[in-house]
């Protein structure tokens, strides 16, 4: 999975796991202990109740590494639910477990507190992400080109300079000086022009195919329609459009294959 790809709600997400983990060891309730009495018999943490454990603390996290685990493989699914939407329902069951069991609780110690808190941010965060744009944004910001400024590089963040790279070299046997055809890929003999027909049909009318990035990792759908993604557009990496398709465009990615994107705000046109 591409780092890149988080968003600052997978950072939430990350961060409330960890929080929630640390607070399994904590007291789970407190202990009024009288001056020269042992009392370390009656101080349990959540490890010490398998149920408090599997249907709060680990269940969070599991529902943590889930949303995560979606990014790297958008599409699949657990009986029936998408992974983003598994991992967010055990989310809310640990949120729910959480506040009946602090409602419940006469003296609620440090863990249940943290743990609490934990698990608000942990549903928050996986409900929040898909809704709130502040959320959806990067959570890296990009490297620094090493050559700021360059015409054909993207705003946020230098790809490597392979495929999908529309950088300063001339096309094979362009003279000196001649502007590059746009869209063409380095390298190659008018590569905006022979990769349509790579992927099996020609783009529409005036279209002219051409070199652009993505802002996020986003999904690309099969031209088929289907409502599973066939790969995810990374950040940072130059892919190449070659067809108009209504409010979308036909993109082909590295590997030769070609979808839909759906969502094209925002993208950098090389």
């Not at 988080?6 to 997400?13: A, C, K, Q, S, Y």
């Not at 080109?145 to 096309?171: C, R």
């Not at 195919?209 to 995810?232: C, H, Q």
């Amino acid at each position: 999975m591409n780092i890149r790809s988080l968003t600052r709600g997978d950072g939430v997400v990350i961060g409330a796991a960890v929080v929630l983990f640390i607070a399994s060891f904590l007291n789970l309730f407190g202990v009024d202990c009288p001056r020269g009495i042992d009392c370390s018999g009656y101080r349990s943490n959540a490890w010490d109740s398998l149920s408090l454990l599997m249907s709060i603390y680990l269940a969070g996290i599991i529902g943590a590494a889930l949303l995560i685990t979606s990014r790297a493989m958008p599409g699949r699914k657990v009986a029936g639910l998408d992974l983003a939407q598994f991992g967010a329902a055990f989310t809310v069951f640990a949120l729910w477990t959480m506040f009946w069991t602090i409602i419940d609780a006469s003296n609620a110690g440090a863990g249940l507190i943290l743990g609490l808190l934990a698990t608000i941010a942990l549903a928050g965060g996986a409900l929040a992400t898909p809704l709130v744009p502040a959320l959806k944004a990067p959570l890296m910001g990009a490297p620094r080109p090493a050559q700021p400024g360059h015409p054909g590089q993207p705003q946020f963040g230098q790809p490597s300079q392979g495929y999908g790279y529309p950088g300063a070299q001339q096309p094979y046997g362009a003279q000196p000086g001649q502007p590059q055809p746009y869209g063409a890929q380095p390298g190659t003999p008018d590569a905006a022009q022979q990769a349509p027909q790579t992927g099996g049909g020609a783009p529409s009318g005036d279209f002219t195919p051409f070199w652009f990035a993505v802002p996020v990792a986003r999904p690309l759908y099969g031209e088929d329609g289907a409502a599973t993604p066939i790969a995810e557009l990374a950040p940072g990496t130059w892919y190449l459009a070659v067809e108009q398709r209504g409010s979308g465009l036909i993109a082909q990615t590295q590997d030769g294959r070609r979808g839909v994107l759906q969502d094209t705000s925002g993208i950098q046109r090389g």
